[in-house]
């Protein structure tokens, strides 16, 4: 039953990296309202335990605070559901891990009375296995869709399969915000003022060979060289020996050690909208910052030097306008954003943003209202009609075929104590010890 209006909504978030819990809390936050249509909620976070779980320093970072936060294995978080109340659950995971929670809810919850709405979605840009992330996903009460464009493309794959696609929902990224772009600063106009500022905004995976990745890195650095009066900033997602949504397996800040950046060549970290904040052109291969660079009509850049191709997630942006290379950059050239390709990106520039989750509000109001409660939940996949697939999927979670947990789940039944806390510790610090330096060496040696 959904909350009264003298107490606040409960809502928890499952999350699996640092990028989803942000945009899991912000969906929460935006998507969930009183009948006031003020968000007041009791927000729970629940951290997946996994190779990507967030550090207490990425957590800072990110900057989305929650009532209480706790980490969890697969096994932990579905006993809490079986157990706490809550009106609304937000799954910020990959689709597997989606799936998985989406058949073990299934499960828990099935003697029970009633059981919050799901919400689910995509963290950014759905460049890649479009029709498998969102199969995976299907079964949640809500599918937000990004933009405009993604829920067309959402309704078309669901109704494709003939699966129901009354699920999917538009909105729009949750983290865009920020004060409109005021124009260049000079720095001759007046002294103390910035200088003109140019950011690279990285992605862990994207591109992945340290050739490609060399080469970014040194045309980054030519154009500081190049243009001396201008503060280039490298703005990095992780530390080394962190983790985000995606593995990173050479990290920039070990390619540039054995370079030599002039004076005006910085490595930032922190908040993307700090960072924007100060931001005179933003220059990127496919980050979700073109996004928000383009919300707040940032001179935005996205790269073509290493092709438009669909591994590197640029061919996303072909319309936008923004497709450059670093010698048109170095030559003087700024983008012209092609507004109509904008607005169906969900970006809302033109000042839509207010409104851009009414419809997710009002879809949450009306499931909470629901007489009776809802059903279970109903994923496209099942023990029928995916008997190849799914198994696979939720015994990663370590579930079985029909979402109950499998007999040695980890921690099933009971908090972990001090020393299993430790040995989880460090067998996530050798997992990115392996990924960072042990795998790539073991690929070259492939390549001899």
């Given amino acids: ?41 009791r927000l729970d976070g629940y951290l997946l335990r996994g190779r990507a779980t967030p550090t207490a320093r990425q957590l800072q970072e990110v900057g989305v605070h929650a009532d209480s936060l706790r980490e969890v ?39 029970r009375a009633g059981r919050p709405v799901v919400v689910t979605g995509y963290v950014g840009v759905v460049y890649e ?32 399969v003939g699966a129901d696609a009354s699920a999917v929902t538009e909105v729009a990224l949750p983290f865009l ?46 154009h500081a060289r190049t243009h001396p009066d ?52 933003l220059v990127t291969v496919s980050s979700t910052a073109a996004l928000e660079a383009l919300h707040r009509r940032i001179p935005t850049v996205v790269l073509t030097d290493l092709g438009v191709r669909e591994v590197l997630g640029n061919h996303h942006f072909v319309g936008s306008g923004c497709l450059a290379s670093w010698d048109q950059l170095d030559a003087g050239h700024r983008p012209a954003p092609d507004e109509e390709w904008v607005a169906r990106q969900g970006v809302a520039a033109d000042g839509s943003y207010a409104t851009a989750f009414d419809a997710a509000r009002e879809r949450i ?14 994923p496209y996949y099942t023990p029928e009609t995916a008997p190849g697939y799914l198994p696979g999927i939720l015994a990663r979670h370590h579930l079985a075929p029909d979402g109950a947990p499998l007999p040695g789940a980890p921690a099933a039944d009971k908090e972990p104590g001090p020393v299993r806390q430790i040995v989880r510790r460090a067998a996530r ?15 070259r040696m492939g390549e001899l």
């Fill in 129 to 160: 296995k479009l029709a498998d992330g969102l199969l995976l996903r299907h079964g949640a009460d809500l599918v937000l869709a990004n933009s405009r464009q993604d829920a067309d493309r959402f309704r078309a794959v669901y109704e494709g």
């Fill in 429 to 443: 610090g050798a997992y990115r010890h392996g990924v960072q330096r042990v795998a790539p060496v073991i690929r």
């Fill in 365 to 378: 109001t009306e499931l909470l209202d629901r007489p009776g409660g809802l059903p279970l939940p109903a």
């Fill in 1 to 41: 039953m959904p909350a009264s209006a003298t107490k606040a909504l409960r809502v928890a978030v499952l999350a699996d990296s640092d990028t989803r819990w942000k945009w899991g809390a912000l969906t929460a936050k935006r998507t969930v309202s009183t009948e006031k249509g003020e968000a007041d909620i």
């Fill in 177 to 222: 915000g920020g004060d409109p772009y005021a124009g260049e600063h000079d720095p001759s106009a007046e002294q103390g003022r910035r200088p003109y500022t140019v950011v690279f905004a990285a992605q862990p995976s994207v591109p992945a060979s340290r050739k490609e990745r060399t080469y970014l890195l040194e045309r980054l650095i030519r």
């Fill in 230 to 281: 201008r503060e280039v900033l490298l703005k990095l997602r992780s530390r080394p020996g962190e983790h985000t949504t995606h593995i990173e397996e050479l990290p920039y800040q070990k390619l540039v050690q054995k370079a030599d950046p002039p004076p005006n060549f910085r490595l930032v970290y922190g908040h993307m909208g700090d960072v924007l904040d100060r931001t005179d052109l």
């Fill in 73 to 111: 294995t697969a096994a932990e978080f579905l006993r809490v559901m079986g157990e706490e109340t809550y009106d609304v659950l937000v799954l910020a995971l990959v689709g597997g891990g989606v799936q998985a929670m989406l058949h073990g809810l299934r499960h828990v919850w099935a003697d």
